[in-house]
């Protein structure tokens, strides 16, 4: 079975520019999340998709958002990027119901650096 | 606030030896996590450990949880130069609802196995 895949892999923007990230989970996985990897925060929480359903949160501002399809792909949006956002971008998918609450298989990551 | 807190933040040991890590929480929790990352193979899930058990294995690995204590420890037999990654531990967070939770990862403990 093919992993978690994310594209692009890496991406340059400038201040105030938007970025969509994409992710295709492992077949058969219904929940994607995705976190945010900084040096100075760690792994952070973004969101959490379940059959094209937001089901969780974490404390990112409204620049941020995703979504799900009914294939079980997931993207990420982010506007007005700043120069904060740049981070490595990771998502993830799980087969069970519950989502993060069990094993979930990383994809490589999307380095994004904001210039 | 970080619920997990891994300890040390770095280990350097000869091949061989055993690696020992630990990781703090604040909150009751579901399960603990524990996901290894290095460069080659990204973000790796190791072993899921539940709040009811006290003790779990997996080929080299030995985790413990002390939910008195808010407390999980990760042995690492007989290592390699392989191991040498950082290791996160991650706990369930409930928000107001049940169905509201998100994973909040620790900073990680960086391993080196010197060969």
């Known amino acids: 079975k093919a992993g978690v895949t994310q594209t692009p892999r890496y991406l340059i923007k400038t201040r105030g520019q938007q970025v969509t990230l994409s992710c295709s989970p492992i077949?058969?996985?219904?929940?994607v999340s995705w976190y945010q990897q900084t040096p100075g925060q760690g792994l952070q929480f973004l969101f959490e998709?379940?059959?094209?359903?937001?089901?969780n949160k974490g404390n990112f501002p409204g620049r941020f958002s995703g979504r799900q399809f009914s294939n079980s792909r997931s993207e990420m949006n982010v506007s007005t990027l700043e120069l904060g956002d740049s981070a490595l971008y990771l998502c993830?998918?799980?087969?069970?119901?519950?989502?993060?609450?069990?094993?979930?298989?990383f994809g490589p990551g999307t380095r994004l650096t904001v210039l | 606030s970080q619920q997990g807190e891994e300890d040390p933040q770095a280990l350097s040991i000869q091949e061989g030896e055993n690696a020992t890590m630990n990781c703090s929480y604040k909150?009751?929790?579901?399960?603990l996590q524990w996901y290894r990352q290095n460069s080659g193979r990204g973000l790796v899930h190791l072993i899921l450990?539940?709040?009811n058990e006290r003790e779990k294995h997996s080929g080299r690995l030995r985790v413990t949880l002390d939910t008195s204590k808010k407390s999980s420890s990760l042995l690492i037999t007989a290592s390699r130069a392989a191991d040498t990654a950082s290791y996160f531990c991650?706990?369930?967070?409930?928000?107001?609802?049940?169905?509201?939770?998100?994973?909040?990862w620790g900073a990680g403990t960086k391993l080196i196995i010197k060969p």
């Open positions: 450990i539940r709040s």
């Open positions: 077949s058969g996985h219904r929940s």
């Open positions: 991650a706990t369930v967070l409930y928000g107001a609802m049940d169905s509201n939770y998100q994973l909040i």
């Open positions: 909150t009751s929790i579901n399960n």
């Open positions: 993830a998918s799980s087969l069970s119901t519950l989502g993060s609450y069990n094993e979930q298989f």
């Open positions: 998709y379940f059959s094209e359903t937001q089901r």
